[in-house]
């Protein structure tokens, strides 16, 4: 168990709708990444959060947006979802040092229909 | 830009055997490296990293990882595999805000 929680663990919607995922940081980390891995792409980097602040984007579809609340806890939001989207959607957290370990959730598996 | 490359999709070792994962990184300053493992269904697991200083590295579940600078590589390494060792593994490499993974390996383990 990382301590990184994510909700909900899988997720089965249509498309064109929009779903929001949920994230717990492990206790005292600052910062949090949202990461996407399918088949075709692999595992990538979506974006990045940092004590409340976006600090990075990377792959992000502009369809997609994060946010970060005051507790930390932190939330993906996905609309006009496509057949694609279909993906395993993790959250991982660290402390914030340069080269610092990330700590991966167990992910929010996505079925779009 | 930075990239992780891991040259074998599939590998498949019998159980009790050494095994070796292949991971290069593209040109640059001292990379952070770590390997994760992830079993089906379950999220990633880090089994080690490299930041600085001895170029040896252990993890956990006896694995073991070499960082040569002049081959950039980062291979992994266990002297012999269990049953459990089943599972995909990833490299990746650390910058200052994200990780770039490798494509994975998916390691099968025969009786």
């Known amino acids: 168990d990382s301590g990184v929680t994510q909700t909900p663990k899988h997720l089965i919607t249509a498309t064109g709708q929009r779903v929001t995922l949920r994230c717990s940081p492990r206790?005292?980390?600052?910062?949090v990444y949202w990461y996407q891995q399918s088949l075709d792409q692999g595992l990538q980097f979506l974006i990045q959060?940092?004590?409340?602040?976006?600090?990075a984007k990377g792959n992000i579809l502009e369809r997609f947006s994060a946010q970060q609340f005051p507790d930390l806890h932190s939330e993906l939001n996905l609309s006009s979802l496509e057949l694609g989207d279909s993906a395993l959607y993790f959250c991982a957290s660290s402390v914030d040092r340069v080269g610092d370990t990330q700590y991966f959730g167990p992910g929010t598996r996505l079925t779009v229909l | 830009a930075q990239s992780v490359t891991q040259p074998d999709i599939h590998i498949t070792v019998s159980e009790g055997a050494s095994l070796e994962l292949r991971c290069n990184y593209s040109y640059g300053a001292t990379p952070y490296l770590f390997w994760y493992v992830q079993s089906p269904g379950q999220g990633l697991q880090l089994l080690l990293k490299?930041?600085?200083?001895?170029?040896l590295v252990q993890g956990i579940k006896g694995f073991e990882a070499e960082f040569k600078r002049s081959q950039s590589s980062f291979n992994l390494r266990k002297p012999s595999v269990h049953w459990s060792d089943a599972a995909e593994y990833f490299c990746?490499?650390?910058?200052?805000?994200?990780?770039?993974f490798g494509k994975g390996t998916l390691l099968t383990v025969n009786p």
């Open positions: 490299y930041f600085s200083g001895d170029t």
């Open positions: 990746a490499r650390g910058s200052n805000y994200k990780l770039t």
């Open positions: 959060y940092y004590n409340g602040e976006e600090r």
């Open positions: 206790s005292g980390d600052l910062s």
